[in-house]
């Protein structure tokens, strides 16, 4: 009996290993087409001195510095060289961006069988920093895996795509080769406002070509956006984002500015508690288009900013390294210069009042070295003054010699991040496929501004005829 | 008697929700309740208004959608309040609100909950 139980268990296991291996080989997406990316200048040409920090892993004997022959060694670039210095690959009308550190150049992986789940991806390039959780030093962190669809939360598994010009579309074209199967992979995107310009939507789109002679794809024709288990959209009854599962088809704004505790944030949100900020979508076979901005964050903000125009805060660096994420403690409540509020003082950068939501503006240190923040009660749109507490001067300025204290933008507000899905298959049949069954397609994602239905931020139109204020529940328990 | 209690209690947890509502209320699934707003009228002109009161979920669907006439004097303030009943999923709501004058309320606004739990996947 013991014997037959192992036996089946074997069995077993060579179904998992064969359907595994049969996953792997289902590949259809080969590369990222670059052939339109122009890359950004290498680090010692645009500043010849500077030198990459202990976050900047470059993996031994990958990388020659072309001027001076110098070698990556040690997990460094002792030249200062980086293949993909800036963090930016220049697309039309956009930009892929990165941060140098573990997410690196040219920003964008495609992961055929992931290395435990055999999911497929696309997602940022780099290493997982997750991987080595007995590391001591952070630089430890990077150089032992490459970045995998399943890896941990907040890994930076996101590809950073930005559109620089509204109305003008942003086209990434990956290559294909037909192998007679379909298959799904998930997207793991973030894209950035860089118009300049507020925007109250975009479109995303599946299809063939670039530029002008970009064409979306016909229903039925082999692209297709679709649910986790493959599950298509219709262009002729789309699917709203409201009946998907989250992570399968949305459009959020960062959990810190917007949203209530949950399995993966243990704090909530800075400007609202309770609900989380998003882009409604409607997603169709070929196409998702937006159907507006969330009123949590429209009431308050307005549309969606751009990157160029952004609230400040003040950030308390929990763990001292600038480049984790920090605890937004307060807000410059008017216009905001974070060059200014970082090189003269916080209170110089801030035209305006430097206020907090939160319920004290000191962390708490734990006896483990981690600090818990002071949950915030957020904004109430009807009601400004309500729960909101100046900041004493003498504060504001003491943040001015305390590293831990840094007043930056609130970049998180040009961001959001896009789940979707999307099923490839049929290629061979493509108006890109050659005769050996190598095709290309393209998503697209373009910026909109509808000025019909477009709201204004609060206070910079004239003053509000009536003052609302609502007493309600703003949860309702599961 | 049995009345008075429930009277009584119904008092008591009116008190409880219009106090806890500003640091942040909650209700259960299904629950029914009531959503107050005190609307001021900061125009020189007194105005018959329709206060429009729309709920939203966590994914932005419109959980709440409430509407009811008021005659606010300039200057002044005015109290209105609207049953409401919780959709039967758990989810953070959002109230948005909007006063239009010279506007009624068309009488077919629903003004109680649009349960709809299609939206309760999440």
Known sequence: MKNRMRLTNIIWALVVLLTTAGMSQAAVITSWDMTDVTPMAPTNVTNPGLIFDAYNYIEPGSLIDPNTGAVATGGFMPSGYAKYAGGVNYLTNGAMTWKERDTQGPGLSIVVGDDITGDNCIMSAGWNPDSTPEATQMSDWWGVDLKQCSDPFQSSKRFKVVSYNLDKSVDLTFNVTDNGSEDVYRILQKYGNQTGQRVSGYTQQLGFGSGASFVEAAPGQGLAYTLKRGTKFSNDNPTPSTVANQGELD??????????????????????????????????????????????????????MPSNNLKGAIYFDMDGIIYTDNALMGHCDGAFNEE??????????????????????????NGDGTYTIPPSHGADPSDPAYVRTVIPADVVASWDTNPLWIPADIDDFANVNINAYIAIGNAGAWPTADANGNASFTMRITPTFDAATATTEPGTAAPADFIVFIEAPTTVLP | MRTMKLIMMMLLFACISVTLAHAGSSVQKGQSTTINATVKNTTRSSALVAVKITGYDDSGSVIGHLCQNTYIKAGRTANVSFPWQAPNYGTGVYWASK?????????????????DDDHHHR
């Not at chain 1, 959020?252 to 944030?265: E, Y």
């Not at chain 1, 609202?272 to 196409?287: D, I, K, M, S």
Request: with cysteine.
């Open chain 1, 340 to 365: 200014v509020a970082q090189t003269v003082s916080a209170a110089e950068g801030c035209q305006g009042e430097w206020v907090t939501y939160r319920e004290s503006l000191v962390p708490i240190l």
């Open chain 2, 99 to 115: 006063v239009e004058a010279g506007v009624s309320c068309p009488s077919s606004v629903d003004e109680h909950d649009d349960d």
């Open chain 1, 251 to 304: 459009s959020l704004v960062a959990h810190g500015l917007f949203g209530a505790p949950d399995k993966h944030h243990t704090t909530s949100g800075y400007f609202n508690p309770y609900v989380r900020a998003n882009f409604g979508l409607l997603a169709g076979e070929t196409h998702i288009n937006t159907t507006g901005m969330h009123p949590v964050h429209t009431d308050l903000f307005g549309e969606w």
